[in-house]
């Protein structure tokens, strides 16, 4: 019997892992990429001499042992084109936050620093202060599970142990952010909890990052983003995946209930065994599936569910080394600048790449600016009907801030040699994803507890993958969904499987 024939719709990451772990066990596949590169939101791209990164802040699974390292392994993510290995960098400093007083906090990666630090702000918060830091120990111990099959039963009792201590932990992870802040009586404190997470969302947004860092467990890998998607893709291509790129699918056909193939935007179509989308949900669920099989789960995320914003992301060529800034923080700025979306921005954050030097020139550095908009149809609209107001608007933004930079940091804009502006329309216009939210629904308390799901009742041979089939979304969700899925299939078609590449 020939293999099976598996159509994935879109090369991110979600649906690179899927074609991976498919080919090597035996199934013939075709990814479908309506861009012309590999990777969706992680992503980077060239002007003047500097590559402008846009997703990798943090990568769950950077530590070798760890269950999420061994997947990033298995997909070949650190293995460089050249031989060599992606270095990963983990920082001592997570992020400095901007206060309204002008003043700021330093959320230190190691927790003894970070709980001094705290102290020094709040004292009056010390036995709040002291519990988030029990909590991110056992957090970064859960995220810090060593993966073995090779434990004693003594090691086994004492992981089963630890591990209810940390699931307890990490259910009380899921209050919203608003309420958390209500336990501390200092105002700095409470200032930068909420300028770092949105009051509805789950402490949780807050604590998985900072939690790994003092593991080191989640760090940034050198190269950017879209060379990470490049050595995934590349063992895709290695193993036989065939990709279509800079066509996107239409319509999923189907027969009788059956997904039976895709109908391409220039009318030609693909027959296959079983399809999986791996791109926007909205897109899949209401246009390619043509709103015929909506479950209802998926009905009530789209109505009521609070989204990851999308981005203006403007990125800037910096003509010098920018090691006095740090690498990342949340300036605050006391004259707002108001977007025309309507959107008014006191805080954005702030990458100063000068530990990458694969972005920048030598002596040189790049450096983004990331602001957040739930506005994200609003940019699509403006850019499509009034052209040069878009261009106008970005090219004012970007003035903005940098205006506001100089004033922060000094020395600034006269190093500024070259400004990149993308927003939600570039996001939209490249990966597809709903009103250009950079990761899904987001992390609540109940968007958390729902499990919406990847196999559609009443539909055969089709699944949903990727960061709208897991609140919270993220590049290993993506990652571990691609290997979940192969799995399942496997399973279903009674092939033993395997990770392993042969
Ligand atoms: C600025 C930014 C920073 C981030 N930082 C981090 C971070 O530090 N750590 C982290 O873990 N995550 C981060 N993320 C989130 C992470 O990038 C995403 O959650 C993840 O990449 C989603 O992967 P995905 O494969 O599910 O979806 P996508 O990346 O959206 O991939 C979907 C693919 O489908 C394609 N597609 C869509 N429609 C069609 C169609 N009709 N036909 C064919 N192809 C189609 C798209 O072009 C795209 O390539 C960040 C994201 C952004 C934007």
Not at 190 to 207: G, K, N, V
Not at 388 to 393: K, L, S, W
Request: aromatic share 8%; charged share 20%; net charge neutral.
């Amino acid at each position: 019997m020939s293999e099976k024939h598996v159509v994935v719709i879109g090369a991110g990451i979600a649906g690179l892992s899927a074609a991976s772990y498919l080919l090597r066990n035996g199934y013939r596949v075709t990814i479908v990429e309506q861009h012309t590169a590999p990777g969706g939101l992680c992503t980077s791209w060239n002007r003047n001499g500097y590559t402008i990164d846009y997703c990798v802040h943090w990568l769950m699974g950077s530590k070798a042992g760890t269950a999420m390292h061994s997947i990033w392994e298995e997909l070949g993510a650190f293995n460089n084109k050249d031989g060599s290995r992606v270095p990963i960098v983990h920082f001592d400093e997570f992020s400095t936050i901007g206060l309204s007083d002008g003043s700021s906090i330093c959320l230190y990666s190691d927790l003894e620093a970070l709980k001094k630090e705290l102290l020094r702000v709040g004292p009056e918060d010390k036995k709040e202060i002291e519990k988030l830091c029990i909590t991110l120990k056992q957090l970064g111990a859960l995220t810090n599970n060593v993966r073995s099959s090779h434990v004693s039963f003594t090691e086994y009792l004492a992981n089963g142990c630890s591990l209810v201590g940390q699931m307890i932990a990490m259910m009380r992870q899921l209050i919203p952010m608003g309420t958390y802040v209500q336990r501390f009586k200092n105002p700095s404190i409470r200032e930068m909890l909420l300028a770092e997470i949105p009051s509805d969302w789950s402490l949780i947004a807050f604590t998985m990052g900072l939690a790994q860092q003092h593991v080191k467990a989640a760090g940034y890998t050198i190269g950017g983003s879209l060379n990470m998607a490049m050595n995934i893709a590349r063992v895709v291509e290695q193993l036989g995946g065939i990709f279509r790129y800079g066509t996107a699918v239409k319509t999923i056909r189907i027969r009788e209930s059956s997904a039976t193939g895709v109908v391409l935007s220039d009318d030609t179509e693909i027959d296959a065994d079983f399809v999986i989308s791996a791109a926007d949900g909205h897109q899949t669920l209401y246009s390619m599936l043509e709103g015929k099989f909506i479950p209802r789960k998926f009905q009530k995320a789209f109505t009521d569910y609070p989204l990851f914003p999308s981005t203006i992301h403007i990125a800037l060529g910096m003509d010098r080394n920018c090691s006095d800034i740090p690498h990342g923080f949340t300036p605050y700025f006391p004259d707002p600048i108001q977007l025309a979306d309507g959107t008014i921005v006191d805080r954005c954050l702030v990458n100063a790449y000068h530990y990458d030097p694969t972005l920048a020139p030598e002596g040189k550095t790049l450096l983004t600016v990331l602001i957040n908009t739930w506005e994200g149809l609003f940019w699509s609209r403006m850019a499509n009907e009034r052209p040069h107001e878009y261009t106008t608007e970005k090219k004012r933004i970007a003035e903005e801030v940098i205006g506001r930079l100089e004033h922060i940091l000094g020395n600034f804009s006269q190093h500024v040699e070259m400004i990149d502006v993308s927003t939600p329309h570039s996001v939209i216009r490249y990966t597809g994803n709903w009103q250009g939210s950079f990761e899904g629904f987001a992390p609540t308390n109940v968007t958390l507890k729902t499990r919406l799901p990847k196999i559609i009742p009443n539909l055969h041979n089709f699944a949903m993958i990727g960061q709208w089939t897991a609140p919270g979304g993220g590049l290993p969700t993506a990652a571990k969904d691609g290997r979940d899925i192969a799995k399942h299939m496997c399973k279903s078609d009674g092939k033993v499987w395997t990770a392993v590449l042969r």
